[in-house]
């Protein structure tokens, strides 16, 4: 048995694709402890600092005092409990749809929702750079994929064409990210609105890394740019800049309706804990206040800070550019450097991870640099400072 899988593990370690679990001794936060060291953290996507917050941790304490740990059952079983429904609709209204439904990941909402929207007559249209998880609810839906190359409009519309000319009985769904999570850059949003307009189209956008971060109150790309009401699938991950976990879908009633009723993901697991909802209430709560807008404010200073002691260029005001998000990716290419890189940055007590196949295309191994609200300035200067000397320095053997 324990030569089961020897070879193809020794195969990835071959070609430097082995990858192991770290474990940290302590909350997320700007520091976090791994093995003894400390390090500053440029890993996480808490990207307001809130997954350790008071104001998260109190709700949900006090949600377990009265709704206990675990919900029980699926929603649709006995799990909906009333931290579920506030959440649903804080949410709702938030991102300015008529409903809202919850789900234990944003994983969980991908591969429930795309199997729901399109079956095998229906065709899924995919952004070559989306997140694994739309990847493998555009499989599960069994409808016929097409992938465009990223951000390629042209190539999208003439998908579209092909599909409109060949499938005319078909519902076509567009699929895309509002900021891509391993290049940090944005989807030209006006644009793929138009193109889906003028095919009939339906649009899912995930927005897991706009929220919290782009938009007035964080709501995202889409309600930054007003186009809410035109996309018919929103959808976003509490997991990230909300500080907790799980994921949702935003949009119409009958939409949500349909979901609860044929959304797998959904159906067959049993709901979240209920104090991870008010958790995640008592964030969108923070979000919609004074105190939450100054913290994403503080987030782009430290966003510019960053930028501009790496000398990455500003992105132009409106642009798909990097610059946009809180994610910088720094390209590396071969996985083995971007190892060796990752690896003498964390020897100077930094943690940036190296991101290689499959997360993204072999020989496109990156470092990726996310910077958070909680990071103070003089950490990211001395990041910066280390991967500049780093990178300019002829790499040393190992
Ligand atoms: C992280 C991520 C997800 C998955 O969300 P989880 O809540 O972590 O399961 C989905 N889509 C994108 C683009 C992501 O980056």
Redesign the pocket.
């Known amino acids: 048995m324990s030569e089961l899988f020897h070879e193809q593990l020794q195969a990835l370690r071959a070609q430097s694709l082995h990858r192991k679990l770290r474990e940290i001794g302590t909350a997320q936060g700007p520091e976090v402890e791994i093995v003894g060291q400390q390090l500053v953290n440029f890993s996480s996507?808490d990207y307001l600092g809130l997954a350790n917050d008071p104001l998260l941790r109190e709700a949900a304490t006090a949600a377990v005092a009265e709704f206990g740990v675990g919900a029980g059952a699926s929603r649709l079983i006995s799990g909906t409990q009333s931290p579920h429904v506030r959440l649903e609709m804080a949410l709702a209204q938030w991102k300015g749809a008529a409903a809202a439904l919850c789900f234990s990941?944003?994983?969980?909402?991908?591969v429930g929702t795309l199997p729901a929207l399109a079956g095998k007559q229906d065709v899924i249209l995919l952004d070559k750079l989306?997140?694994a998880?739309?990847i493998d609810g555009a499989k599960l839906s069994g409808a016929t994929l097409r992938v465009f190359p990223h951000n390629h409009l042209g190539k999208l519309e003439s998908h579209l064409e092909w599909a409109r000319r060949e499938r005319p009985e078909a519902r076509v769904v567009i699929v895309t990210?509002s900021?891509?999570?391993m290049d940090g850059d944005r989807a030209p949003l006006r644009e793929l609105v138009g193109l889906k307009r003028r095919f009939k189209a339906l649009l899912l956008l995930?927005e897991?890394?706009a929220v919290g971060v782009i938009g007035t109150h964080g709501r995202g790309l889409a309600a930054e740019e007003n186009l809410t009401q035109h996309i018919e699938v929103q959808?976003g991950?509490?997991?990230?800049a909300l500080g907790v976990?799980?994921?949702y879908i935003c949009g119409s009633r009958t939409l949500i309706e349909w979901l609860v009723n044929r959304a797998r993901s959904f159906i067959f697991s049993t709901a979240p804990p209920p104090a991870l909802a008010a958790a995640a209430t008592a964030a969108l709560e923070f979000l919609g206040s004074p105190a939450g807008e100054e913290r994403r404010l503080k987030l782009w200073r430290r966003i510019e800070t960053l930028r501009k002691a790496l000398q990455l260029p500003p992105p132009l005001p409106g642009s798909t550019t990097p610059g946009g998000s809180a994610i910088h990716p720094l390209m590396v290419g071969d996985e083995q450097e971007a190892i060796d890189l990752s690896r003498a940055l964390q020897t100077e007590g930094f943690l940036v991870p190296a991101i290689r196949y499959p997360t993204v295309a072999k020989g496109a191994a990156r470092l990726r640099i996310t910077v958070t609200a909680a990071n103070a300035e003089p950490q990211i200067l001395a990041l910066a400072e280390a991967v500049n000397r780093l990178r300019a320095a002829p790499a040393v053997a190992a």
């Open positions: 996507n990941s944003g994983y969980a909402a991908a989306c997140h998880s739309l990210e900021v891509f999570s995930d897991a890394h959808m991950t509490l997991s990230k976990s799980g994921g």
